[in-house]
């Protein structure tokens, strides 16, 4: 599993710690809503019974006999079966409330007779039910029960309940939106910043703005910092390369020059040596300088600038033959490219155009899929379908392939390939030679 594998989404474990945590904020909220409930709910079932035996101890008679000066069946202790009962107990003698009719309250345990005020009990009632039971003793033995059922405290926690619930429920929808909406607010600098990273690898950028949240800031301006390394290096690595092909190519071409001489080489073995040290020098060349130019693929050249200006030049230079040069390259539309290496292919097409023209020159350009295909035409001699294959052979040099036609062609087509692209040449429907130079878009 590869580390980007085992990191995950950030996004994913961002909302996932949240959801996370909003569910357990909500669990314990509402465990701890439910028990306060719950004492709230008994406490105020313990004062109405507390209150009830208040009643009971204080509508006592005096004397042996065991007897109530009033009526206290309020409701709902007088409804029979309802679980709100009292009951006063002296020895054999028993009061009993209308609910609890001839039964009694089974009490099995009952606080200490010294207790000033009611206390919990533990029983039953009449048919075994659990009851909420608080219990009196008094110090004359008199013992004053009072009770209420279960349901009057389970009730209005089970609707309690279900409204707190529906309540937490609407409240973590709520949340776990913000925790979205949060996410993706935070996150959206990075995913910015990755915009700005496409649009400095496309062309359309030549550095990360400086402006940035706090947090983003030392990243952008560590990328920015690697940008102008890799700028540097590939300046120099550049001009290494040009250094290296100036001193090798032309020794190399002086000494062909002079084996060529009649008598210098006879049996031609010293010339075909220099041809393939040649050969392999220009490999290594274009290898080195293919390794330079991988950092190009961030350059973006506009071409309706280059070309009209190359135009308005050519045109001046040959201005004895009335050459004219029409542009037809739409705004806007570049290529992944060197503005020297552009300036330097299109001057070779060109100026061979207009060379060879009787007079007139079209350049036109178009977007091909990824590529830009820039066309350039004359209404010259052209070239023969033997002199176009053999243009189109690789591994020759083009100009002399073709004496008098094709000035420059070598280095335009090794210019072109170096960037992924080609050169390509045909017959143009003004009658002479079509150029088609393409490079990546």
Known sequence: MTALGQIGSLRRRLLLGALALIATALVVAGLAIGLILARFVRGQIDQRLDAQIVSLVSGLEPGPTLRLSRDLDAPPFDRPGSGWTWQVTRGSARLGSGSLGTRALAVTSAPAADDDRPRPAEGAGPRGEALILRVL???????????????????????????????????????????????????????????????????????????????????????????????????????????????????????????????????????????????????????????????????????????????????????????????????????????????????????????????????????SGSDVVVAIEDDGPGLGPEALAAVAQRGRRLDERVPGHGFGLAITTELAELYGGGLALDRSAMGGLRARLRLPG
């Not at 940035?212 to 700028?231: G, T």
């Not at 292919?345 to 155009?353: C, H, I, Q, S």
């Open 137 to 367: 003793a008094l110090p004359d033995g008199t013992v004053v029960t009072a009770s209420a059922p279960r349901a009057a405290l389970y009730g209005p926690l089970r609707e309690a309940g279900l409204a707190l619930t529906a309540s937490l429920g609407v409240l973590g929808l709520c949340l776990a939106a913000g925790a979205v909406a949060q996410v993706r607010l935070g996150l959206r600098p990075l995913d910015r910043l990755r915009q700005e990273l496409e649009a400095v690898r496309a062309g359309r950028r030549e550095r990360v703005p400086d402006p940035q949240p706090a947090e983003v800031r030392p990243l952008a301006a560590e990328i920015n910092a690697l940008l102008d390394q890799n700028a540097a290096q590939l300046a120099q690595a550049r001009t290494h390369v040009a250094n290296l092909a100036h001193g090798l190519k032309t020794p190399l071409a002086t000494l062909s020059l002079a084996l060529s001489e009649p008598g210098r080489d006879p049996d031609g073995r010293l010339s075909q040596l220099v041809a393939h040290l040649d050969r392999g020098v220009r490999h290594h060349l274009r290898r080195a300088r293919s390794a330079a130019l991988t950092g190009a693929a961030r350059i973006r050249t506009e071409l309706a600038g280059p070309v009209a200006d190359l135009a308005g030049a050519l045109e001046r230079l040959h201005a004895e033959k009335g050459v004219r040069v029409t542009c037809a390259v739409p705004p806007g539309l570049a290529a992944a490219c060197d503005p020297q290496d552009l300036d330097e292919m299109l001057g070779n097409l060109v100026d061979n155009a207009c060379t060879w023209c009787r007079r007139e020159v079209r350049v036109s350009a178009e977007g």
